[in-house]
């Protein structure tokens, strides 16, 4: 994830064109989340400024598509706001 961080973003000039990125990896992370919730739920806490907001928006889009407990997805998202602060009004 810190490698492929918004400079891999569409539009962007990339050494590996086709390979894809942030754009890509991002919405397998969804996909990953959405598949397991409960495996990733922490992993958000070891995301730090580094980390593209794509990620966290995909995070949250794969534990709501996953019909986790609405609580849980609330907890997490307070979670993201504690660690990310007005960095996430992109997200929401």
């Known amino acids: 994830m810190k490698h492929f961080d918004d400079s891999t973003e569409w ?36 995301f730090d400024e580094s980390i593209s907001s794509a990620y966290f928006s995909a995070f949250l889009d794969g534990f709501e598509e996953s019909g986790i407990d609405s609580e849980k997805l609330f907890d997490e998202c307070r979670k993201i706001i504690s660690l990310r602060g007005s960095d996430t009004a992109v997200l929401f």
């Open 11 to 46: 539009g962007q000039p990339g050494e590996h064109f086709l390979k894809g990125g942030v754009v890509e990896l991002s919405r397998a992370f969804k996909e990953v989340v959405k598949g397991n919730p409960e495996q990733y739920m922490t992993l958000v806490e070891h």
